[in-house]
T-cell receptor
């Protein structure tokens, strides 16, 4: 069964910490995405990548960066965590010419 | 990317057919229409995708009129386990670098 795996289901971090959220897919997908989901706001795209070492800003990239050193792994980095980054973070992947995504189960991050 | 409008919530009873309509007035020629389902604390799951007329799979049917300015997701004989949020998305991910934008979704509540 194909999978997108996010390293943590729940994470609690302190304000100002550097936070790494990891996502790994085993489907040899070219495209990978990071979304955050908040009540009343739906899913919002933070960053995406369509190839190794390539990245594109989504709708809300401020306060985040990403890394894609290997095809299967896409990392989201919070340089200095803040309480307004408390959210559910969802990773997804897709083939380059596909119109369907596969999502991970999400990481619920709490910044205190 | 075409914007979508769908009802915020819907209620139904077990065994009924549920139809969720999505409006996308400015859909482009190359855009496809895709529906996702999301359960609490999980990532969205691909349900069905179409370009025009009717598409059916083991889970749902998707009806798209000739002008493609709207679409209807039809869930036959829903059960309690169909309680979820349903997202309608419109876009041509191949030409847009794989990017999909999620709207607010429709929260479906199925009652016994």
């Amino acid at each position: 069964d194909v999978k997108v795996t996010q390293s943590s289901r729940y994470l609690v971090k302190r304000t100002g910490e550097k936070v790494f959220l990891e996502c790994v897919q085993d489907m040899d997908h070219e495209n990978m995405f990071w979304y955050r989901q908040d009540p009343g706001l739906g899913l919002r795209l933070i960053y995406f990548s369509y190839d190794v070492k390539m990245k594109e800003k989504g709708d809300i990239p401020e306060g985040y960066s990403v890394s894609r050193e290997k095809k299967e792994r896409f990392s989201l980095i919070l340089e200095s965590a803040s309480t307004n980054q408390t959210s559910m973070y969802l990773c997804a992947s897709s083939l380059r010419n596909s119109r369907g995504y596969t999502f991970g189960s999400g990481t619920r991050l709490t910044v205190v | 990317l075409a914007k979508t409008t769908q009802p915020i919530s819907m209620d139904s009873y077990e065994g009924q057919e549920v139809n969720i309509t999505c409006s996308h007035n400015n859909i482009a020629t190359n855009d496809y229409i895709t529906w996702y389902q999301q359960f609490p604390s999980q990532g969205p799951r691909f349900i069905i995708q179409g370009y025009k007329t009717k598409v059916t799979n083991e889970v749902a049917s998707l009806f798209i009129p000739a002008d493609r300015k709207s679409s209807t997701l039809s869930l036959p004989r829903v059960s309690l386990s169909d309680t979820a949020v349903y997202y309608c998305l419109v876009g041509d991910t191949y030409n847009q670098g794989g990017k999909l934008i999620f709207g607010q979704g429709t929260e479906l509540s199925v009652k016994p």
